[in-house]
């Protein structure tokens, strides 16, 4: 998949982001500088340096025909804290064709981002997206 | 055995979950997309948002531990107005957790890892390799 190199992002998150994502999922309020720990997820696609729907389309995949995700994995270095500015590097780990009881066969994409700043690594995440084939 | 519910998933939440993620798949914004694309008559939360429902379970369970490391599988979809559950079983700071859609359909099962120290350390601050 190495044709496909997927541009390093940034990712900001500030404090104001954060105590709406928290007020959007009932999660408590923040105490310190420390964000909610979904964040790693979601600076890993929102910094991604594509957006996703786009990479998807230009892997040839159904994005907009009801793209799920699928599975994930985090490891977390150290907090994401608020008002903090995150380089986002990604790349695609697989893409493989299975069978599907939803939608007869499925694309799963996975895809491997590393969130840092400062050159100090503070998470890691892999995610799968899940999209019918569409003949 | 811990508990975190929330009464009605809010729909208007997901626009802000789909602009901090990037992600412009209609069925976390438009009714209608989602029911032509098999969803049913309501938006389809973003799965990011069902796993902050389970850190939150965690979190209020264990207040003061870092979250280590999550792994999840996303078995379903939460609509906009469902009453979720979460509940996580402990052992020595791992919590096997899960979301259920209310009245009994899971939706998503995690492994948070909260443990103290690093004992399980690659020697670069994370617990687990992935292949």
């Known amino acids: ?135 | 055995m811990s508990e975190w519910t929330l009464d009605g998933v809010p729909a208007e939440a997901m626009a802000l979950w789909c602009a901090a993620l990037g992600d412009d798949n209609a069925i976390h914004l438009d009714p209608a997309a989602a029911e032509a694309l098999g969803f049913g008559p309501r938006t389809v939360n973003p799965g990011p948002t069902n796993l902050a429902y389970l850190l939150n379970m965690a979190m209020e369970a264990a207040p003061g531990r870092q979250v280590r490391s999550v792994e999840a599988a996303l078995l379903g979809n939460v609509l906009a107005g469902d009453t979720v559950v979460a509940r996580g079983t402990w052992t020595d700071g791992l919590c096997d957790a899960e979301l259920v859609v209310v009245p009994d359909r899971a939706v998503l099962k995690a492994r948070i890892d909260m443990t103290d120290g690093r004992e399980r350390d690659d020697g670069k601050g994370f617990c687990h390799q992935r292949p």
């Open chain 1, 1 to 135: 998949m190495s044709q496909f190199a997927i541009p390093q992002g940034r990712f900001h998150l500030s404090a104001a982001l954060d105590d709406a994502i928290r007020r959007s999922c009932a999660a408590p309020a923040r105490d310190g500088e420390q964000a909610h720990p979904i964040f790693a997820f979601v600076a890993a696609l929102g910094g991604l340096g594509v957006r996703v729907g786009d990479l998807c389309r230009g892997l040839g995949l159904a994005f907009d025909k009801g793209a799920v995700l699928g599975r994930c994995w985090i490891d977390y270095a150290a907090p994401l804290t608020v008002d903090t500015g995150y380089d986002v590097a990604a790349e695609i780990v697989a893409l493989e064709r299975k069978a599907s009881r939803r939608f007869g066969a499925a694309d799963h994409l996975t895809l491997g981002m590393t969130i840092g700043t400062g050159g100090q690594t503070h998470a890691r995440v892999q995610l799968t997206t899940i999209m019918p084939v569409v003949a």
